[in-house]
């Protein structure tokens, strides 16, 4: 297949967006469509090179392939890896290890992207602690390419005529069932439309599909000219309007993607003024490194950040990155050219540069299952260290069977029982998200204190408030189905206290910006009696109201907890490197004026709701009290021991610990 230097240049336009939005500067928020640029191109590319040996129909054409697949993709990739896992023995808490562990086989099997897609739940660790996150997109590449041309090679035992009919036809169809699923499923199943190869083949197959026409469709040079130039304007258009916010991949992948398919269809025919910006010396150089540039900079910025315990300033970001320049520069020339070009004699033929492979490959393995067997490691640190890292899996889990129960099956037989099990009527109802059951510990110790029962209606992710829905991921999160069930339970139960405890300032403002946190914002909706719906925050409040107004019409009385103060990082691992690296514990510890902007502002929400009802008899804990005591810093660890299991949910031991700010739900007559 023809060289076609802009084509380089488009790599750079790829990899760019992806490193800047990475470390968070220059405000290319959308930077992540690079990586569905980099499909089409894939596509584009090894089709040609495919079609270029399809009359070969011998199956060394198919090793031959997979030989320059090797070369191309394997050694700048076990470069990375190697140097990942001797930064991650030498940093990594056990936790963070056996994460890197299972993550570093998955990449050896071309299958990070379903390692990646499993681990994204409600508790997943965050991306900053992932430095081989980026490899799922090799994944989906390599799941392709084990796949495709083997379907081409089949199709030889069939006459020319009928297959020139049939592999286009087959190629449209795979294309468009593979769209239909992107556009179907991203509402539903967000994760798995993101990471996986069935809703992002038809990116790579766009590609294919330009290779087997772009020698028959014509085009005029001003229809190119204009082409082209629309065509990198969407690109730089969802390079900077979209953010993580966006639904992705969904129907705004549709634009990027056909934006890099037309570029490159128009100018494969023409030389166009887009053409020659893209065939530039810098861009096609920065293309050339794009492969090396890729691999390096995700692992470096993760490192560096885990390492520091915060995030980069912007002249210490644009050090790594011009780190990752520099190491992406020397694997072009002294790793990945001269293996690709056979000069180094050891890997020259295609016996060696397999064992090479797949001794590589197997090494990646083994180390990836140490590592997982051996629960990262732990035998590293010193004992304060591993104190501070086990507060990550102190998390309180309730029994099995009893929490996140399916809307149908809630109902006093089945819901978790907290304190005195040995009275049938509740007493009590905690009822919210994952921040009300990791206040079990706390509140059952109490309930015991008082000789008090209380059913535990808990289910990650569902404010507890009624007719307020999640548009983000309605199928893992059926919040309206399920508090309207938790309303039947306390008609049920004939409950007269409710302690509703959330993670309130989420679904009102949204994550914080800085934070570790990878999850999107709740897309929440209500829907007045009018008929009219409302969004964001304004749905929140409202829903908010309506649900004390129900709970108040029904004779319970209600207390709601605030959140906990919240960290921008994992707060067990940045006390056990704080620990490990002879640095000031305190350091984690948050000023309370970082948060006192969140809680005022849901404190407002609140205080509306008295004012418009002055005879509400509610009672409000703030846990900030307990845990940001006077002015000083919000504690994030107490004798010894993580408050926290990641950035905002308590540990056992620090739900046990601040305990007393939960005595007035007990007390209050």
Partial sequence: MKHYRFIDGLRALAVLPVVLFHFGVLGVNGGFVGVDIFFVISGFLITGVLLDRAADSKLSALLDFYERRARRILPALFVVCGLSTV?????????????????????????????????????????????????????????????????????????????AAVLPLGIYALAGISLIANLALVHAYPTQTFFLLPTRMWELLLGTIITLHYRNIRVSQRAAETISFLSIAVIVFCCIG??????????????????????????????????????????????????????????????????????????????????????????YRYIETPIRQRTVSTLSKRRNLFGFSVAGLALMIAIGLVGTSANGLPHRFNGQVLQYASGADDRYESGKGCIDLVPD??????????????????????????????????????????????????????????????????????????????????????IKKVLLAARWDVYALGREKNSIETLPDPKLRYRLFSGETLTGEAAFEVALGATIDVLTRMGIEITIVEPVPSFLTDVPSGLAEAAYFHRDIHSIDRPLVQIMGRIFRID????????????????????????CMGATPCLASADGHALYSDNNHLTIYGARWAKDFLKPFFTKS
């Fill in 409 to 494: 099956r809630v109902s006093g037989d089945n819901v978790c029982k907290i304190g005195d099990t040995a009275k049938t009527q509740p007493d009590f109802l905690l009822w919210g998200d994952s921040h009300a059951n990791m206040l079990v510990p706390a509140v059952a110790a109490l309930a015991n204190e008082h000789k008090m029962l209380g059913w535990q209606a808990t289910y990650d992710g569902c404010a507890p408030l009624f007719g307020l829905e999640r548009l983000d991921d309605p199928k893992r999160f059926p919040c309206a189905a399920w508090n309207d069930a938790v309303l039947k339970l306390l008609q049920q139960g004939k």
């Fill in 87 to 163: 930064l991650a023995l030498a940093l990594f808490m056990p936790k963070d290890l056996k994460r890197f562990s299972i993550s570093l086989t998955g990449v050896a099997l071309f299958w990070s992207n379903f390692v990646f897609a499993r681990s994204a739940g409600y508790f997943a660790p965050a991306a900053a602690t992932q430095p081989l996150l980026h490899t799922w997109s090799l994944a989906v590449e390599e799941q392709f390419y084990i796949l495709f041309p083997w379907i081409l090679w089949l199709l030889h035992a069939w006459k020319e005529r009928t297959r």
């Fill in 604 to 627: 407002a929400m609140f205080m509306r709701l008295f004012l418009k009802n002055t005879r509400l008899h509610l009672l409000l804990i703030r846990p900030i009290l307990k845990f």
């Fill in 242 to 331: 979209y953010s993580r916010d966006t639904v992705f991949p969904g129907i705004a992948v549709v634009p990027p993607v056909l934006a890099a398919g037309l570029l490159i269809l128009v100018n494969t025919q023409h030389q166009t003024r887009i053409s020659r910006m893209l065939s530039s010396k810098v861009l096609v150089g920065i293309g050339l490194i794009s492969y090396g540039l890729y691999l390096f900079h995700w692992p470096l910025l993760v490192f560096a950040e885990y390492f520091l315990s915060r995030e980069l300033s912007l002249m210490e970001a644009a050090l790594i990155i011009g780190v990752a320049f520099a190491l992406a520069v020397f694997s």
